[in-house]
């Protein structure tokens, strides 16, 4: 099963820029009702679709006030719960965050492991990527950052039989 998560987020100041769970030393943040972490975002959406399981914002709908300022961490473990109630489990992600600036390289392992953390599975099961926009629309003029991921579920029936 496979799923595929977009996510898009406007910069402004005054926040705290977040990716895969990591805070990055940058003037602007993410504008989200929640901490706005785009990567985490679409790994969330990719995972759920891979299930059937709706999508992100039917969850964890943005005019829901207890989700405020929620760490998307959090919300992508209560993503993984849902599948574990589905008898699945994340085989693979693969992702793309776009943007200018900051340069994710450095802290692609760090994300890795909130990641898998979150998940409960192996940072070698995840594969981030950062790319830039060649200075083109809202996030090459760095308006902006989004992400791309695509997911691999398997069922844990299917590993019990062997």
Same mark, same amino acid.
């Given at each position: 099963m496979f799923g595929i998560g977009y996510d898009i987020h406007r910069l402004v100041n =005054?926040?705290?820029l977040i990716i895969g769970g990591v805070v990055f030393d940058h003037p602007a943040g993410l504008l989200g009702?929640?901490?706005g972490d785009v990567l985490i975002h679409a790994i969330s959406d990719a995972i759920l679709?891979?299930?059937k399981l709706g999508d992100i914002g039917q969850h964890f709908p943005p005019d829901d006030q207890r989700l405020k300022g929620i760490s998307s961490i959090e919300i992508l473990k209560k993503v993984r719960t849902f599948l574990e109630r589905s008898g699945l489990y994340v085989q693979n992600i =693969?992702?793309?965050v776009i943007a200018e600036k900051p340069r994710i390289l450095p802290r692609i392992d760090d994300m890795k492991k909130n990641i898998g953390m979150a998940?409960?599975?192996p940072a070698s099961s995840?594969?981030?990527k950062g790319k830039t926009n060649e200075g083109l629309g809202p996030i090459g003029n760095q308006e902006a950052i989004a992400a791309?991921?695509?997911c691999e579920l398997a069922s844990v029936y299917d590993t019990a039989q062997g």
């Open positions: =005054d926040r705290k009702h929640s901490d679709g891979a299930g =693969d992702a793309i998940l409960k599975i995840i594969s981030i791309l991921a695509v």
